[in-house]
């Protein structure tokens, strides 16, 4: 999947406070890769007269949701609310990145 940003090093920041690995690129790229999971999560630059509206959600699966989300908060960035459980089976939360794509990180509920 790749994101676009208008501020790589605003990004790269946030992204690395959540705890994805940079494999390519860095704050003063065009584009840079994060490892996510089995695949990876992709940031390009665009200008400020590139504009994108919502467009959806992307789900990460975790191994320890509260623990991302304690980790999130020490960052300094702003979860949409606490963790809570899902009727579907999920413990979750949602944050908005700077540019204003939205996440979902979930623990499946043994």
Do not use: K
């Not at 690129?25 to 695949?39: D, H, I």
């Not at 200008?47 to 959806?56: F, H, L, M, N, T």
């Amino acid at each position: 999947m790749t994101l676009a940003t208008h501020d790589m090093a605003r990004a790269v920041r946030f992204y690395a406070a959540l705890g994805f690995a940079l494999r390519y690129g860095g704050a003063s790229a065009a584009f840079s890769s994060f490892s996510a999971g089995n695949g990876c999560l992709n940031l390009t630059t665009e200008g400020s007269e590139r504009s994108w509206s919502w467009w959806g959600r992307i789900v990460f699966h975790v191994a320890d949701v509260d623990l991302l989300h304690a980790q999130a908060l020490a960052a300094g960035l702003q979860p949409q609310a606490p963790p809570h459980d899902a009727t579907w089976g999920e413990r979750y939360f949602h944050i908005t990145d700077p540019d204003g794509h939205e996440l979902s990180f979930a623990t499946p509920i043994p």
